[in-house]
């Protein structure tokens, strides 16, 4: 029986530990048939490639860091010399100074914000136009990013928040100019799951005592299966006519009022 990524190329940013949605993601494309290489960045470099080997198939870890210029051209070289081109990118980057989230959003200064915006947003185009002639020489691809639904404000997210809207913006002007070259861009808004990410915002605790009782379907903080699956279909050629698109996987507690 094939898989819905068999003979796919698929690179994956963000897996720092077996608990991250993109570790869940990664590990889902392998058992749907694709090839994956996995990314990391700095400190958490170390981290990934440790990961990396918890993997059915351990992939090899390309060093990339948003904020460092040239890197994202180094990964695509490599990539190019590795496959010749790509069939996927999982966008699963963001990070805010401690100053922009937990209840400090009027006093936090533009040169902690700018960093937030810079990995949490940019990055998305950075690396949907780094990647894009490896995308091109498919015939086409996908990019998908985590998203956590920037539509209304939420507790101690604060500037987080901000950056993420950027990020469903930059999504859609995305998927409007890479449109022609057939590359889709889309976002999976996840509901809360226990991530290390999620553990560093304060008072995540307020999210897993409600999500669970409004989401008309339930919701498992401990479970990441609902997002990788959404990722990797849209990933796969399921989803031929679908960009600029917003997946909410939260249990349907978007759409719930009071």
């Excluded at 700018?114 to 940019?122: C, D, N, P, Q, Y």
């Excluded at 987080?160 to 100019?177: C, I």
């Excluded at 897993?208 to 990722?231: F, H, I, Q, S």
Aim: charged share 20%.
């Amino acid at each position: 029986m094939s898989g819905l990524l068999d003979g796919k190329r698929i690179v994956v940013t963000g897996v720092l530990t077996d608990d991250s949605l993109a570790y869940a993601v990664a590990d889902l494309a392998q058992v749907e048939g694709a090839e994956v290489v996995l990314t990391g960045a700095g400190r958490g470099l170390s981290l990934t490639r440790r990961v990396a080997r918890h993997l059915s198939t351990p992939p090899d870890v390309l060093e990339l860091d948003v904020t460092v210029p040239g890197h994202v051209e180094t990964v695509a070289d490599e990539l190019r010399t590795r496959w010749g081109a790509i069939d996927g990118v999982l966008h699963s980057i963001g990070f805010a100074p401690a100053a922009c989230i937990g209840g400090g959003f009027l006093d936090a200064e533009w040169d902690d914000v700018k960093v937030a915006l810079e990995i949490s947003a940019f990055s998305l185009k950075l690396l949907a136009v780094g990647l894009r002639p490896l995308l091109q020489a498919a015939g086409g691809g996908s990019v998908v990013g985590l998203d956590f639904d920037a539509t209304v404000a939420w507790p101690g997210y604060d500037w987080m928040g901000v950056a993420k809207a950027a990020l469903e913006s930059t999504a859609r002007y995305l998927a409007r100019d890479l449109g022609p070259d057939r590359i889709r861009v889309d976002l999976v808004a996840a509901g809360p799951i226990k991530t290390m990410a999620a553990k560093s915002i304060p008072g995540f605790a307020r999210f897993e005592e409600v999500w669970d009782e409004r989401a008309p379907l339930g919701w498992n903080v401990a479970d990441p299966a609902p997002v990788a699956r959404a990722c990797v279909a849209l990933l796969s050629d399921w989803f031929p006519a679908t960009t600029g698109e917003m997946v909410h996987v939260d249990g349907g507690f978007h759409a719930m009022g009071v």
